[in-house]
């Protein structure tokens, strides 16, 4: 291996590293999983899927250092996993090299591998990572620790690695569970370089690898204390197994394998040859599709020249070492295709592998500048060296530009991904919870991981009993909601209720909630899917700054109590998001900064509120404030925005609607819709017509065209294109809230006819 004098380069990167993750640490909580991750770390709670023992065990030591907030404490433990990672990196990558080529000059190694860890280093989204309460960095340092032993295992013949490689192994799937997709990989290198007890050494490492996996017995141990934040309850066998093999987000996995449907293959009996042809553009577009995210992944993120590494140094991996070239291709390609859908960070194995291959690339292809050429006897040796010094000039150039790339692109970055002063987490959401009603029963839903942060770390109300309304519309609520875990709660009898059906679902919330009502203010936090889910919208009624209260039976005009919430929400938004921009990073925005995302969903989940139960007033302000300071105009608002007009017959203020959609968003299934109201509007009946059929093949899973059509065959008198319309409607309905609006158009048509 290199000395210590040859190793200095990746020394200085890392402290270089360090220096500007110290300067851009996130001080404090953060949005999206961090508040999750803090308050797990802390309290040694229950993660989502898959649970991440291993990053709250070693996370919970950093919150007992004495420095800082504890956010703070666990923003620095994915600082700190960070430089860890990219230390391993390069020893995997100066391994990786020795291998292959086993004559260079060791300081040209060094060099190689420097240049693209130093462009992972300070990406947008391995720096940004790096700041925050997250689990991917100690993922890429478990893989990046993985790869570097089976290499030394190689390199030095000592079966030590390769046991500790399987120990490795099984504590980064407490980590990370998809690592499990290297398996493959290690088999690869273990029956290619294994000759000698083979069956020995591989009992041992299964030995290793299940130890290393017991990590996951934290999750049912803890999960019977009954911490607040419990995600999955895995005491159970099927919350267990829900919880480590991640069913919540199967729908993104493997997303690049999703061939989807085609017209061709829902018609009757396709010929052979059409079927063949209809696999080979799929195929083809899947691989363009692929070749660009991949493209979009590295070359945007990283750098061209790990893009074209990846490749090239893939070609020469492949020449050297085919064991070596198969095992990094089998943990990019799983990681890549399992988070397809996702990308950035979630694909940073991927990215190692890159880096990795990058350094082939460069060992191969660039001699170090500064390297002492080997003594030359003989005149043969004397025209090498004159043709090696006629070729010199170029090389430091190159490799100039290459090592000055790094703090280029740390300054151009830096702007983008600096959350020192960042406290947007802590100032909004606070007042938010604040208002409250006193022991209340609240069913936090977008902001339940940072209401349970508050509840557990800061210890905002402990008067309240929290219940996330996701466990509410679950595939079995009964599981998630025991009275060991809410002994204070009543529950209906799980025996009475078909979770299998949605209407039974929703009758399980409906009974849920009247049991408590009593004993309980119960306090909804606005959201679209709980109202998609169980269509209870109307047993609401607007609450304390943008809260919903159980009501059921309340007169639309009981409800002006909301509407000083309401003007409280908007102005604590406004001035956050005023502070924000003042105080914070001002390039990055509300959207850039990621806390904007929180309001901005609870105003979704107003606006489909106040839709379903016709308080139009109220969904003009909320659409209103989410254009102004969130989303920006885009045809779903400006839609939104005509049919809200329409309502309150505001005709001229719709026509400026529609016509914004037909000069910004011609192309869109929206106007496609607009086209079609406003037609229907004009008595151009046909025309409308044409307008609904487009939409729906515009998006064929979309219920609203048919919706459209139904009524409108009704008004010409269309029975037979009615029945067809509503057939159709049918077919399409996922949500209770689909339900019901397909049920309130039959009872139009119905009254009409």
């Known amino acids: 291996m290199p000395t210590a004098h040859q190793i200095r380069p990746v020394f200085f990167l890392i402290l270089f590293i360090w220096a500007w993750y110290l300067i851009t640490i996130a001080p404090s909580v953060l949005f999206f999983d961090s508040p999750e991750f803090i308050n797990t770390a802390f309290a040694l709670g229950i993660s989502h899927p898959a649970g991440f023992p291993l990053y709250?065990?070693?996370?919970?030591?950093?919150?007992?250092?004495?420095?800082?907030?504890?956010?703070?404490?666990?923003?620095?433990?994915?600082?700190?996993?960070?430089?860890?990672?990219?230390?391993?990196v390069a020893c995997a990558g100066i391994a990786l090299l020795r291998i292959l080529f086993p004559d260079r000059n060791r300081e040209l190694i060094v060099w190689s591998v420097v240049v693209p860890?130093?462009?992972?280093?300070?990406?947008?989204?391995?720096?940004?990572?790096?700041?925050?309460?997250?689990?991917?960095?100690?993922?890429?340092?478990?893989?990046?620790?993985?790869?570097?032993?089976?290499?030394?295992?190689?390199?030095?013949?000592?079966?030590?690695?390769?046991?500790?490689?399987?120990?490795?192994?099984g504590l980064s799937a407490g980590n990370h569970a998809t690592v499990a997709f290297y398996l493959p990989a290690v088999l690869v290198l273990f029956f290619c370089w294994c000759r000698e007890n083979r069956w020995t050494h591989l009992a041992r490492c299964i030995c290793l690898f299940l130890l290393g996996l017991s990590i996951y017995a934290y999750l049912p141990l803890r999960s019977i204390n009954e911490p607040s934040f419990d995600f999955g309850n895995p005491e159970t066998v099927d919350g267990f197994f829900y919880q480590v093999t991640d069913r919540r987000?199967?729908?993104?996995?493997?997303?690049?394998?999703?061939m989807g449907s085609s017209e061709s293959s829902q018609q009757e009996g396709p010929t052979l040859s059409q079927q063949a042809k209809e696999a080979a553009d799929k195929i083809s577009f899947k691989a363009g599709l692929m070749a660009k995210r991949l493209y979009q992944?590295?070359?945007?993120?990283?750098?061209?020249?790990c893009f074209i590494g990846l490749f090239v140094g893939g070609v020469l991996c492949y020449k050297r070492s085919r064991p070596i070239f198969v095992f990094l291709l089998v943990i990019a390609g799983s990681n890549f295709a399992f988070f397809f859908k996702w990308g950035r960070e979630s694909i940073f194995p991927t990215y190692v592998v890159a880096c990795l291959m990058a350094a082939v690339m460069l060992a191969y292809f660039l001699d170090a500048p500064w390297s002492s050429p080997e003594p030359k006897t003989g005149k043969e040796d004397e025209n090498q060296e004159g043709e090696q010094a006629a070729g010199?000039?170029?090389?430091?150039?190159?490799?100039?530009?290459?090592?000055?790339?790094?703090?280029?692109?740390?300054?151009?970055?830096l702007v983008w991904v600096d959350l020192a002063d960042i406290y947007s987490g802590d100032a909004l959401m606070k007042k938010f919870y604040l208002k409250l009603e006193n022991n209340s029963l609240f069913l936090p839903g977008m902001s339940w991981f940072y209401y349970y942060y508050l509840q557990d770390v800061e210890r905002l109300r402990d008067d309240i009993i929290a219940v996330p309304a996701w466990d509410l519309v679950g595939e079995n609520p009964p599981g998630m909601l025991t009275s060991r875990r809410y002994p204070d709660l009543k529950f209906p009898p799980p025996a009475a209720f078909d979770f299998s059906n949605m209407?039974?679902?929703a009758a399980y919330n409906r009974a849920f909630l009247e049991l408590n009502r009593e004993n309980y203010p119960v306090i909804l936090e606005h959201n679209p899917i709980y109202f998609d889910r169980t269509g209870l919208e109307s047993d609401f009624i607007p609450s304390r700054v943008l809260f919903a209260r159980y009501s059921p039976g309340t007169t639309k005009s009981e409800d002006f109590s909301g509407m000083n919430g309401w003007q409280e929400f908007t102005y604590w938004t406004g001035k956050e998001i005023e502070r924000s921009f003042e105080e914070e990073n001002r390039l990055q925005g509300v959207e850039g900064l990621g806390w904007g995302n929180m309001p901005k969903m609870m105003l979704m989940g107003t606006i489909t509120y106040a839709r379903d139960t016709k308080r139009y007033p109220l969904e003009a302000e909320a659409l209103s404030l989410q254009v102004n300071k969130f989303t920006g105009e885009t045809a779903p608002f400006y839609w939104q925005w005509l049919e809200n007009r329409l309502?309150?017959?505001?005709?001229?203020?719709?026509?400026?609607?529609?016509?914004?959609?037909?000069?910004?968003?011609?192309?869109?299934?929206?106007?496609?819709?607009?086209?079609?109201?406003?037609?229907?509007?004009?008595?151009?009946?046909?025309?409308?017509?044409?307008?609904f059929l487009q939409a729906a093949r515009m998006k064929p899973p979309a219920l609203q065209p048919h919706l459209e059509l139904a009524g409108l065959y009704a008004r010409m008198n269309n029975s037979e294109g009615v029945q067809k319309a509503l057939d159709d409607a049918r077919k399409r309905i996922v949500t209770l809230r689909d339900l019901a609006q397909l049920k309130e158009r039959v009872a139009e048509i119905k009254k009409r006819s």
């Not at 280093?121 to 620790?145: C, D, M, R």
């Open 249 to 258: 987000h199967s729908y993104y996995h493997f997303r690049v394998f999703d």
């Open 647 to 691: 309502h309150l017959n505001k005709p001229k203020e719709a026509e400026a609607a529609f016509k914004a959609l037909e000069e910004k968003f011609p192309e869109a299934y929206e106007t496609q819709l607009a086209r079609g109201r406003m037609a229907e509007r004009s008595g151009l009946n046909d025309q409308a017509v044409s307008h």
């Open 117 to 169: 860890t130093g462009y992972l280093a300070i990406s947008k989204p391995y720096w940004l990572q790096s700041l925050q309460a997250e689990v991917y960095t100690l993922h890429v340092a478990l893989t990046a620790g993985l790869i570097l032993l089976m290499f030394l295992w190689k390199l030095r013949d000592d079966v030590r690695y390769l046991y500790g490689a399987g120990l490795l192994f």
């Open 56 to 88: 709250n065990l070693l996370a919970k030591g950093f919150t007992l250092a004495p420095i800082g907030s504890i956010p703070f404490r666990v923003n620095l433990f994915s600082a700190v996993s960070s430089l860890a990672a990219l230390g391993l």
């Open 392 to 413: 010199f000039r170029w090389k430091p150039i190159v490799w100039a530009v290459l090592v000055l790339m790094i703090p280029f692109n740390t300054i151009r970055n």
């Open 503 to 505: 209407e039974n679902n």
């Open 297 to 305: 992944n590295i070359a945007g993120h990283l750098s061209w020249v």
